[in-house]
């Protein structure tokens, strides 16, 4: 089964997302929620920018997207 999840995290001058939370998830009761946030900590942003200048702990909306992979039948 495929699915999503939608996050809001903040994202440091380290790139990094701290603070985490789901704002979403289809299909409901799959847990892909719970499989966005453990997968959260491992990726990289660039933090929003001000003026030019980098916000620390800015906001930053996203959905990651799980599918299963196709396969061929024999």
């Not at 701290?18 to 009761?29: A, I, N």
């Not at 990289?44 to 909306?61: F, I, Q, S, T």
Request: aromatic share 8%; glycine share 8%.
């Amino acid at each position: 089964i495929s699915g999503s999840a939608m996050l809001v995290c903040r994202a440091t001058l380290k790139q990094r997302l701290k603070e985490c939370r789901v704002t979403g998830e289809t299909p409901v009761g799959w847990n892909f929620g719970r499989a966005a946030l453990d997968l959260a900590p491992t990726l990289r942003v660039l933090p929003r920018k001000e003026n030019g200048v980098a916000v620390d702990h800015g906001m930053v909306y996203f959905t990651i997207r799980f599918d299963m992979p196709f396969e061929v039948p024999r």
